[in-house]
Protein backbone atom coordinates (compact mmCIF):
# COMPACT_ATOMS: atom_id res chain seq x y z
CA UNK A 1 0.00 0.00 0.00
CA UNK A 2 2.63 2.50 0.67
CA UNK A 3 4.16 1.70 -2.25
CA UNK A 4 1.90 2.48 -4.10
CA UNK A 5 1.23 5.59 -2.53
CA UNK A 6 4.70 6.14 -2.67
CA UNK A 7 4.97 5.63 -6.54
CA UNK A 8 1.45 7.86 -7.05
CA UNK A 9 3.41 10.79 -5.28
CA UNK A 10 6.59 10.35 -6.88
CA UNK A 11 4.95 10.16 -10.36
CA UNK A 12 2.36 12.25 -9.83
CA UNK A 13 3.04 15.25 -12.48
CA UNK A 14 2.79 12.10 -15.12
CA UNK A 15 -0.20 10.76 -13.81
CA UNK A 16 -1.98 14.30 -13.99
CA UNK A 17 -0.70 14.53 -17.49
CA UNK A 18 -2.03 10.75 -18.86
CA UNK A 19 -5.34 11.37 -17.10
CA UNK A 20 -5.55 14.93 -19.33
CA UNK A 21 -4.46 13.46 -22.59
CA UNK A 22 -6.67 10.18 -21.98
CA UNK A 23 -9.64 13.22 -21.29
CA UNK A 24 -8.28 15.23 -24.62
CA UNK A 25 -8.30 12.07 -26.24
CA UNK A 26 -11.29 10.48 -25.54
CA UNK A 27 -13.40 13.31 -26.58
CA UNK A 28 -11.08 13.54 -29.50
CA UNK A 29 -11.30 9.94 -30.72
CA UNK A 30 -15.40 9.75 -29.91
CA UNK A 31 -16.23 12.25 -32.28
CA UNK A 32 -14.15 10.78 -35.59
CA UNK A 33 -16.09 8.46 -35.07
CA UNK A 34 -19.44 9.62 -34.67
CA UNK A 35 -21.47 13.52 -34.47
CA UNK A 36 -18.80 16.68 -33.45
CA UNK A 37 -18.42 16.50 -29.29
CA UNK A 38 -21.27 17.67 -27.95
CA UNK A 39 -19.43 20.26 -25.72
CA UNK A 40 -17.10 20.93 -27.90
CA UNK A 41 -18.35 23.10 -30.55
CA UNK A 42 -18.76 26.73 -30.87
CA UNK A 43 -22.77 26.51 -30.72
CA UNK A 44 -21.87 26.70 -27.18
CA UNK A 45 -23.28 29.83 -25.57
CA UNK A 46 -19.91 31.44 -24.47
CA UNK A 47 -18.72 31.08 -27.55
CA UNK A 48 -21.76 31.68 -29.55
CA UNK A 49 -22.45 35.31 -27.48
CA UNK A 50 -18.94 36.05 -28.35
CA UNK A 51 -18.76 35.39 -31.88
CA UNK A 52 -22.13 36.86 -31.93
CA UNK A 53 -21.01 39.76 -31.00
CA UNK A 54 -17.46 40.05 -32.94
CA UNK A 55 -19.83 39.34 -35.87
CA UNK A 56 -21.89 42.14 -34.97
CA UNK A 57 -19.42 44.50 -35.42
CA UNK A 58 -18.38 42.75 -38.67
CA UNK A 59 -21.35 43.15 -40.23
CA UNK A 60 -21.50 46.56 -40.64
CA UNK A 61 -18.16 46.37 -43.29
CA UNK A 62 -20.17 44.20 -45.73
CA UNK A 63 -23.41 45.81 -45.79
CA UNK A 64 -23.32 47.30 -49.45
CA UNK A 65 -22.26 43.92 -50.67
CA UNK A 66 -24.58 41.75 -48.58
CA UNK A 67 -27.45 44.24 -49.75
CA UNK A 68 -27.03 44.13 -53.19
CA UNK A 69 -26.44 40.14 -53.25
CA UNK A 70 -30.02 40.02 -51.91
CA UNK A 71 -31.52 42.32 -54.00
CA UNK A 72 -30.70 39.95 -57.18
CA UNK A 73 -31.42 37.30 -55.50
CA UNK A 74 -34.83 38.83 -55.19
CA UNK A 75 -34.47 40.14 -59.30
CA UNK A 76 -34.03 36.12 -60.05
CA UNK A 77 -37.00 34.68 -57.72
CA UNK A 78 -39.57 37.46 -59.01
CA UNK A 79 -38.75 37.21 -62.65
CA UNK A 80 -38.98 33.59 -62.07
CA UNK A 81 -42.68 34.32 -60.36
CA UNK A 82 -43.74 36.89 -63.01
CA UNK A 83 -42.89 34.70 -66.01
CA UNK A 84 -44.66 31.64 -64.30
CA UNK A 85 -48.13 31.44 -66.21
CA UNK A 86 -50.80 32.52 -63.44
CA UNK A 87 -52.53 29.86 -61.09
CA UNK A 88 -55.95 30.60 -60.58
CA UNK A 89 -56.94 31.17 -56.70
CA UNK A 90 -53.42 30.37 -55.29
CA UNK A 91 -54.47 29.61 -51.83
CA UNK A 92 -51.11 28.38 -49.70
CA UNK A 93 -52.81 25.25 -47.22
CA UNK A 94 -49.99 25.18 -44.49
CA UNK A 95 -50.78 21.55 -43.87
CA UNK A 96 -49.79 20.99 -47.63
CA UNK A 97 -46.51 22.42 -47.14
CA UNK A 98 -43.50 20.37 -47.72
CA UNK A 99 -40.74 22.48 -46.18
CA UNK A 100 -40.08 25.30 -44.20
CA UNK A 101 -37.58 28.16 -44.35
CA UNK A 102 -35.51 29.72 -41.84
CA UNK A 103 -33.14 32.39 -42.17
CA UNK A 104 -29.76 33.11 -40.64
CA UNK A 105 -26.49 34.48 -40.18
CA UNK A 106 -23.03 32.85 -40.13
CA UNK A 107 -20.77 34.06 -36.85
CA UNK A 108 -18.20 31.91 -37.70
CA UNK A 109 -16.83 30.23 -40.51
CA UNK A 110 -13.60 27.68 -41.34
CA UNK A 111 -12.47 26.37 -44.51
CA UNK A 112 -9.14 25.85 -43.84
CA UNK A 113 -8.89 22.49 -41.47
CA UNK A 114 -10.16 19.01 -42.44
CA UNK A 115 -13.11 18.91 -40.44
CA UNK A 116 -14.77 22.33 -41.33
CA UNK A 117 -17.87 23.98 -38.76
CA UNK A 118 -19.75 26.84 -39.63
CA UNK A 119 -21.53 28.44 -36.63
CA UNK A 120 -24.85 30.50 -37.42
CA UNK A 121 -27.13 32.69 -34.88
CA UNK A 122 -30.22 30.49 -34.80
CA UNK A 123 -30.88 27.41 -32.22
CA UNK A 124 -33.28 25.10 -30.22
CA UNK A 125 -35.67 28.32 -30.10
CA UNK A 126 -35.92 29.38 -33.90
CA UNK A 127 -36.99 25.47 -33.79
CA UNK A 128 -33.36 24.58 -35.42
CA UNK A 129 -32.54 20.94 -34.82
CA UNK A 130 -29.91 18.52 -35.84
CA UNK A 131 -29.86 17.32 -39.58
CA UNK A 132 -31.57 20.12 -41.07
CA UNK A 133 -30.11 21.33 -44.29
CA UNK A 134 -28.03 24.52 -44.56
CA UNK A 135 -27.64 26.48 -48.03
CA UNK A 136 -27.26 29.86 -49.59
CA UNK A 137 -28.58 31.74 -52.52
CA UNK A 138 -25.80 30.17 -54.77
CA UNK A 139 -25.94 26.26 -53.62
CA UNK A 140 -25.48 23.94 -50.72
CA UNK A 141 -23.77 24.42 -47.59
CA UNK A 142 -23.86 21.83 -45.19
CA UNK A 143 -26.40 20.06 -42.15
CA UNK A 144 -27.02 21.40 -38.90
CA UNK A 145 -25.14 19.24 -36.42
CA UNK A 146 -25.46 20.52 -32.85
CA UNK A 147 -28.09 23.28 -31.34
CA UNK A 148 -27.63 25.65 -28.43
CA UNK A 149 -30.72 27.66 -27.61
CA UNK A 150 -29.62 30.53 -29.75
CA UNK A 151 -26.85 29.21 -31.99
CA UNK A 152 -26.48 26.08 -33.73
CA UNK A 153 -23.10 24.46 -35.49
CA UNK A 154 -23.62 23.51 -38.70
CA UNK A 155 -20.61 20.39 -40.94
CA UNK A 156 -19.59 21.70 -43.44
CA UNK A 157 -19.76 20.27 -47.17
CA UNK A 158 -16.00 21.29 -46.30
CA UNK A 159 -15.77 18.13 -43.57
CA UNK A 160 -14.40 14.84 -44.09
CA UNK A 161 -17.43 13.38 -42.52
CA UNK A 162 -19.76 14.97 -44.70
CA UNK A 163 -21.79 12.50 -46.89
CA UNK A 164 -24.37 14.50 -49.44
CA UNK A 165 -26.47 12.69 -52.03
CA UNK A 166 -26.35 14.67 -55.23
CA UNK A 167 -26.71 13.93 -58.94
CA UNK A 168 -25.74 15.20 -62.50
CA UNK A 169 -28.85 17.87 -63.34
CA UNK A 170 -31.66 16.84 -65.13
CA UNK A 171 -30.75 13.38 -65.00
CA UNK A 172 -31.36 10.49 -62.46
CA UNK A 173 -27.85 9.32 -62.14
CA UNK A 174 -26.63 9.88 -58.74
CA UNK A 175 -23.69 9.67 -56.31
CA UNK A 176 -21.97 10.58 -52.80
CA UNK A 177 -20.44 14.01 -52.52
CA UNK A 178 -17.78 14.07 -50.12
CA UNK A 179 -14.48 16.29 -49.89
CA UNK A 180 -11.09 15.45 -50.39
CA UNK A 181 -9.50 18.61 -48.08
CA UNK A 182 -7.06 19.77 -50.72
CA UNK A 183 -8.70 22.66 -52.25
CA UNK A 184 -11.95 24.66 -50.44
CA UNK A 185 -12.82 25.62 -53.81
CA UNK A 186 -13.77 21.46 -55.00
CA UNK A 187 -15.92 18.71 -53.54
CA UNK A 188 -15.47 15.46 -55.36
CA UNK A 189 -18.69 13.14 -56.05
CA UNK A 190 -18.17 9.54 -56.44
CA UNK A 191 -19.96 6.49 -57.54
CA UNK A 192 -21.01 7.77 -60.73
CA UNK A 193 -20.88 5.05 -63.05
CA UNK A 194 -18.65 5.34 -66.29
CA UNK A 195 -21.42 4.87 -68.76
CA UNK A 196 -22.52 7.91 -67.49
CA UNK A 197 -21.76 10.53 -70.68
CA UNK A 198 -19.84 13.38 -69.05
CA UNK A 199 -19.25 16.61 -69.43
CA UNK A 200 -16.69 19.50 -68.43
CA UNK A 201 -18.76 22.36 -67.05
CA UNK A 202 -22.05 19.96 -66.11
CA UNK A 203 -23.89 21.09 -63.16
CA UNK A 204 -24.34 18.87 -60.20
CA UNK A 205 -27.34 19.13 -58.12
CA UNK A 206 -28.66 17.57 -54.85
CA UNK A 207 -30.35 14.59 -55.20
CA UNK A 208 -33.87 13.60 -53.96
CA UNK A 209 -32.34 10.19 -52.26
CA UNK A 210 -31.67 12.68 -49.23
CA UNK A 211 -34.60 13.71 -46.51
CA UNK A 212 -32.22 16.61 -46.03
CA UNK A 213 -31.84 18.88 -49.27
CA UNK A 214 -35.08 19.54 -51.46
CA UNK A 215 -34.18 18.34 -54.84
CA UNK A 216 -32.09 20.12 -57.73
CA UNK A 217 -30.46 22.24 -55.36
CA UNK A 218 -27.39 23.74 -57.02
CA UNK A 219 -23.58 22.32 -55.57
CA UNK A 220 -21.64 23.32 -58.45
CA UNK A 221 -20.33 22.54 -62.08
CA UNK A 222 -17.72 19.46 -63.33
CA UNK A 223 -13.96 20.92 -63.77
CA UNK A 224 -12.18 17.39 -64.12
CA UNK A 225 -13.09 13.76 -64.02
CA UNK A 226 -11.56 10.75 -63.67
CA UNK A 227 -12.13 7.15 -63.26
CA UNK A 228 -11.27 5.81 -59.77
CA UNK A 229 -9.55 2.74 -58.66
CA UNK A 230 -11.85 0.30 -59.64
CA UNK A 231 -12.20 1.44 -63.30
CA UNK A 232 -15.93 1.38 -62.89
CA UNK A 233 -16.94 4.47 -61.17
CA UNK A 234 -16.09 8.45 -61.75
CA UNK A 235 -14.67 10.43 -59.67
CA UNK A 236 -15.00 13.93 -60.56
CA UNK A 237 -13.98 17.36 -59.12
CA UNK A 238 -17.03 19.80 -58.56
CA UNK A 239 -15.98 23.22 -58.19
CA UNK A 240 -18.51 24.96 -55.87
CA UNK A 241 -20.81 27.49 -56.76
CA UNK A 242 -20.51 29.19 -53.04
CA UNK A 243 -17.47 30.62 -52.31
CA UNK A 244 -16.90 28.93 -49.31
CA UNK A 245 -14.93 32.18 -47.64
CA UNK A 246 -17.30 34.76 -48.17
CA UNK A 247 -20.35 33.67 -46.57
CA UNK A 248 -22.73 35.37 -44.77
CA UNK A 249 -26.95 34.95 -44.78
CA UNK A 250 -27.61 31.84 -45.08
CA UNK A 251 -31.30 29.33 -44.99
CA UNK A 252 -32.28 26.48 -43.23
CA UNK A 253 -34.36 24.12 -44.58
CA UNK A 254 -36.92 21.94 -42.25
CA UNK A 255 -38.16 19.31 -44.18
CA UNK A 256 -41.92 18.47 -42.33
CA UNK A 257 -42.22 15.13 -44.02
CA UNK A 258 -38.66 13.92 -42.42
CA UNK A 259 -40.02 12.63 -39.59
CA UNK A 260 -42.40 10.38 -41.20
CA UNK A 261 -39.91 8.86 -44.14
CA UNK A 262 -36.82 8.51 -41.03
CA UNK A 263 -40.06 6.36 -39.05
CA UNK A 264 -41.07 4.32 -42.21
CA UNK A 265 -37.46 3.29 -43.00
CA UNK A 266 -36.24 1.99 -39.43
CA UNK A 267 -39.46 -0.22 -39.64
CA UNK A 268 -38.70 -1.29 -43.16
CA UNK A 269 -34.83 -2.10 -41.87
CA UNK A 270 -36.42 -3.78 -38.66
CA UNK A 271 -38.25 -6.23 -40.33
CA UNK B 1 2.94 37.11 -6.61
CA UNK B 2 -0.32 38.86 -6.89
CA UNK B 3 0.68 41.10 -9.83
CA UNK B 4 2.20 37.83 -11.45
CA UNK B 5 -1.36 36.01 -11.48
CA UNK B 6 -2.99 38.57 -12.47
CA UNK B 7 -0.60 39.19 -15.51
CA UNK B 8 -0.77 35.50 -16.22
CA UNK B 9 -4.98 36.01 -16.12
CA UNK B 10 -4.75 38.36 -18.30
CA UNK B 11 -2.42 36.90 -20.77
CA UNK B 12 -4.72 33.88 -21.13
CA UNK B 13 -8.15 35.56 -21.82
CA UNK B 14 -6.06 38.05 -24.51
CA UNK B 15 -4.39 35.51 -26.28
CA UNK B 16 -7.65 33.37 -26.23
CA UNK B 17 -9.35 36.12 -27.73
CA UNK B 18 -6.67 37.15 -30.13
CA UNK B 19 -6.47 33.78 -31.25
CA UNK B 20 -9.73 33.10 -31.89
CA UNK B 21 -11.05 36.08 -33.61
CA UNK B 22 -7.47 37.50 -35.40
CA UNK B 23 -5.79 34.57 -36.12
CA UNK B 24 -8.02 31.55 -36.96
CA UNK B 25 -9.30 33.70 -39.68
CA UNK B 26 -6.25 34.77 -41.01
CA UNK B 27 -6.04 31.78 -43.42
CA UNK B 28 -2.32 32.37 -44.98
CA UNK B 29 -2.42 31.29 -48.52
CA UNK B 30 -5.95 29.84 -47.98
CA UNK B 31 -5.12 27.18 -45.21
CA UNK B 32 -2.58 28.57 -42.95
CA UNK B 33 -3.35 29.58 -39.48
CA UNK B 34 -0.68 30.52 -37.12
CA UNK B 35 -1.46 29.42 -34.02
CA UNK B 36 -0.35 32.18 -31.52
CA UNK B 37 -1.48 31.40 -27.84
CA UNK B 38 1.95 29.04 -27.64
CA UNK B 39 3.50 31.86 -26.28
CA UNK B 40 1.42 31.57 -22.87
CA UNK B 41 3.79 28.52 -22.34
CA UNK B 42 6.54 30.52 -23.88
CA UNK B 43 6.14 33.36 -21.26
CA UNK B 44 4.64 31.43 -17.99
CA UNK B 45 6.85 31.90 -15.02
CA UNK B 46 9.48 29.09 -14.15
CA UNK B 47 9.52 28.35 -10.88
CA UNK B 48 5.42 27.18 -10.36
CA UNK B 49 4.06 24.48 -9.36
CA UNK B 50 4.29 22.31 -12.07
CA UNK B 51 0.73 20.55 -11.66
CA UNK B 52 -1.17 23.92 -11.98
CA UNK B 53 0.74 24.92 -14.89
CA UNK B 54 -0.41 21.91 -16.63
CA UNK B 55 -4.00 22.06 -15.51
CA UNK B 56 -3.59 25.78 -16.97
CA UNK B 57 -2.43 24.68 -20.17
CA UNK B 58 -5.08 22.45 -20.49
CA UNK B 59 -7.58 25.05 -19.76
CA UNK B 60 -6.10 26.97 -22.49
CA UNK B 61 -6.32 23.90 -24.90
CA UNK B 62 -9.67 23.50 -24.04
CA UNK B 63 -10.61 27.44 -24.06
CA UNK B 64 -9.40 27.06 -28.04
CA UNK B 65 -11.06 23.99 -28.89
CA UNK B 66 -14.35 25.44 -27.74
CA UNK B 67 -13.93 28.29 -30.22
CA UNK B 68 -12.53 26.58 -33.21
CA UNK B 69 -14.98 23.31 -33.23
CA UNK B 70 -11.47 21.02 -33.10
CA UNK B 71 -12.22 18.75 -30.63
CA UNK B 72 -10.05 18.73 -27.87
CA UNK B 73 -7.14 18.74 -30.48
CA UNK B 74 -5.79 21.84 -29.21
CA UNK B 75 -6.27 20.49 -25.55
CA UNK B 76 -4.04 17.21 -26.01
CA UNK B 77 -1.49 19.54 -28.15
CA UNK B 78 -0.87 22.44 -24.94
CA UNK B 79 -1.20 19.56 -22.64
CA UNK B 80 1.79 17.97 -24.01
CA UNK B 81 3.85 20.78 -24.32
CA UNK B 82 3.05 21.60 -20.89
CA UNK B 83 4.49 18.70 -19.65
CA UNK B 84 7.59 18.34 -22.01
CA UNK B 85 8.57 22.66 -21.14
CA UNK B 86 10.79 21.41 -18.35
CA UNK B 87 12.58 18.72 -20.66
CA UNK B 88 12.65 21.57 -23.50
CA UNK B 89 14.08 23.70 -21.12
CA UNK B 90 16.81 21.52 -19.87
CA UNK B 91 17.80 20.65 -23.08
CA UNK B 92 17.95 24.04 -24.45
CA UNK B 93 19.21 26.21 -21.61
CA UNK B 94 21.42 23.15 -19.85
CA UNK B 95 21.15 22.74 -16.00
CA UNK B 96 21.34 26.23 -15.32
CA UNK B 97 17.24 27.01 -15.48
CA UNK B 98 17.04 25.71 -12.02
CA UNK B 99 18.74 27.98 -10.39
CA UNK B 100 16.92 31.02 -8.44
CA UNK B 101 18.55 33.63 -10.35
CA UNK B 102 17.51 32.30 -13.80
CA UNK B 103 15.51 34.61 -16.26
CA UNK B 104 14.41 34.01 -19.84
CA UNK B 105 15.76 37.59 -20.32
CA UNK B 106 19.27 36.88 -19.84
CA UNK B 107 19.63 34.14 -21.80
CA UNK B 108 20.85 34.54 -25.73
CA UNK B 109 18.34 35.00 -28.68
CA UNK B 110 20.04 31.81 -29.91
CA UNK B 111 18.48 29.58 -26.94
CA UNK B 112 15.01 31.32 -26.92
CA UNK B 113 14.57 30.82 -30.71
CA UNK B 114 15.11 27.16 -30.31
CA UNK B 115 12.99 26.95 -27.02
CA UNK B 116 10.04 28.84 -28.81
CA UNK B 117 10.62 26.54 -31.55
CA UNK B 118 11.30 23.51 -30.05
CA UNK B 119 7.62 24.24 -28.47
CA UNK B 120 6.01 24.39 -31.96
CA UNK B 121 7.29 21.43 -33.36
CA UNK B 122 6.11 19.38 -30.75
CA UNK B 123 2.70 21.06 -30.28
CA UNK B 124 1.65 20.98 -34.13
CA UNK B 125 3.50 17.08 -34.46
CA UNK B 126 0.59 16.36 -31.61
CA UNK B 127 -2.18 18.45 -33.18
CA UNK B 128 -1.76 17.39 -36.70
CA UNK B 129 -1.17 14.01 -36.22
CA UNK B 130 -4.61 14.33 -34.33
CA UNK B 131 -6.01 16.42 -37.16
CA UNK B 132 -5.63 13.76 -39.62
CA UNK B 133 -5.51 11.05 -37.80
CA UNK B 134 -3.91 8.35 -40.08
CA UNK B 135 -0.47 6.93 -41.06
CA UNK B 136 -0.95 6.37 -44.63
CA UNK B 137 -1.02 10.52 -44.65
CA UNK B 138 2.63 11.29 -42.81
CA UNK B 139 3.77 13.19 -45.81
CA UNK B 140 0.53 15.55 -45.51
CA UNK B 141 1.14 15.83 -41.32
CA UNK B 142 4.70 16.34 -42.25
CA UNK B 143 3.54 19.30 -44.66
CA UNK B 144 1.01 20.99 -42.84
CA UNK B 145 3.42 21.02 -39.38
CA UNK B 146 5.99 22.66 -41.53
CA UNK B 147 3.96 25.45 -42.93
CA UNK B 148 1.96 25.99 -40.11
CA UNK B 149 5.23 25.87 -37.42
CA UNK B 150 6.76 28.66 -39.90
CA UNK B 151 3.84 30.57 -39.74
CA UNK B 152 3.59 30.20 -36.09
CA UNK B 153 6.86 30.56 -35.26
CA UNK B 154 7.16 34.09 -37.45
CA UNK B 155 4.42 35.25 -35.82
CA UNK B 156 5.27 34.67 -32.06
CA UNK B 157 8.69 36.38 -32.47
CA UNK B 158 7.11 39.38 -33.64
CA UNK B 159 5.19 39.18 -30.59
CA UNK B 160 7.60 38.43 -28.22
CA UNK B 161 10.08 40.91 -29.40
CA UNK B 162 6.84 43.56 -29.49
CA UNK B 163 6.18 42.98 -26.25
CA UNK B 164 9.70 42.59 -23.95
CA UNK B 165 11.16 45.86 -25.65
CA UNK B 166 10.17 47.84 -22.65
CA UNK B 167 12.37 45.54 -20.44
CA UNK B 168 15.73 46.15 -22.80
Known sequence: MQQIIKFIIRYKIFLLYILLMIIAFAFTVRSHSYHQSRFFNSSHWISGNIYGTFQGIDTYFDLDDENERLLRENQILRSKLYNQAPIPNITIDTADLKYSIISGQVIKNSYAGSRNYITINRGKRDSIKQDMGVITDLGILGIVENTSRKFATVQSILNTKSNINAKLKNTNHFGSLIWDTENYNTVQLIDIPRLVPLNIGDTIVTGAMSSIFPENIPIGTIKKYDLDTSKSFYRIDVGLFNDMTNIKNVYIINNLDRKEIQELEERTENE | ?168
Request: charged share 10%; with cysteine; net charge positive.
Open chain 2, 1 to 168: MNRGIFLNIVRFVLLVLVQILVFNRLNFFGYINPMVYIMFLYWYPIKQNRALFIGVCFLLGLSIDLFSDTMAMHTAATTTIAYFRSTVMRFVFGINYEFQSFKLSNTTRVQQFTFLALLILVHHMVFFSLEIFSFSNVMLIVKKVLSFGAASLILCLLFISLFSSNKA
